[in-house]
T-cell receptor, first 113, second 113 residues
Framework: AQKITQTQPGMFVQEKEAVTLDCTYD???????LFWYKQPSSGEMIFLIY??????QNATEGRYSLNFQKARKSANLVISASQLGDSAMYFC??????????FGAGTRLTVKP | DAMVIQNPRYQVTQFGKPVTLSCSQT?????MYWYQQKSSQAPKLLFH???????NEADTPDNFQSRRPNTSFCFLDIRSPGLGDAAMYLC????????????FGSGTQLSVL
């Protein structure tokens, strides 16, 4: 069965510091996509970054990077130079060949000034 | 320039009174999804349409139905809402390729009195 695990219900980080949000997954598929979404208190889901299972290099998007370790089935999100506006829920998600996208339980990040 | 539009933003209904949530898209995407998200939880996939093909999740209650009359519109019908159906309902779209990200609407917050 496909499963996404985020083990950190909540995380705190000091403004301007980097933070890593953990995500592990379980699948027998060879082809899949890994995504991170941010959900502020307003409720909208904002796409942050994508990593394909066959991509050899770790994805980066501005201050976001994805530490992809395929053998360990982990896809951790690294946010550099945290800003107050980064405070939100962060969801790791996996997309399968049948078009489903399933989400982990989420991590609530709080950036402290 | 909203691309996935959900109306209304807030919906209040009475216990047992049918309610319909609507979603429209300007992206011409093949796939449309409905997710249910309860407070501080991950979005849970209810069903999705690939074009006109309906795909229901095994654990989606029969109380939830969906219609997609054309490419642009998709509706979520809750036939007899219970108190446990109070949640945020998120509509999302994608082009249908497994590695494509989902585009989300702002959601409809449903309250059941």
């Amino acid at each position: 069965a496909q499963k996404i695990t985020q083990t950190q219900p909540g995380m705190f980080v000091q403004e301007k510091e980097a933070v890593t949000l953990d995500c592990t997954y379980d699948t027998s598929d060879q082809s899949y996509g890994l995504f991170w979404y941010k959900q502020p208190s307003s409720g909208e889901m904002i796409f942050l970054i994508y990593q394909g299972s066959y991509d050899e290099q770790n994805a980066t998007e501005g201050r976001y990077s994805l530490n992809f370790q395929k053998a360990r089935k982990s896809a951790n999100l690294v946010i550099s130079a945290s800003q107050l506006g980064d405070s939100a829920m962060y969801f790791c998600a996996m997309r399968y060949n049948n078009n489903d996208m399933r989400f982990g339980a989420g991590t609530r990040l709080t950036v402290k000034p | 320039d909203a691309m996935v539009i959900q109306n209304p933003r807030y919906q209040v209904t009475q216990f047992g009174k049918p309610v319909t949530l609507s979603c429209s898209q300007t992206l011409n995407h093949n796939v449309m999804y409905w997710y249910q998200q309860k407070s501080s939880q991950a979005p849970k996939l209810l069903f999705h349409y690939y074009d006109k093909d309906f795909n229901n999740e095994a654990d989606t209650p029969d109380n939830f139905q969906s219609r997609r009359p054309n490419t642009s519109f998709c509706f979520l019908d809750i036939r007899s809402p219970g108190l446990g159906d109070a949640a945020m309902y998120l509509c999302a779209t994608s082009r249908g390729v497994s590695r494509e990200k989902l585009f989300f609407g702002s959601g409809t917050q449903l309250s059941v009195l």
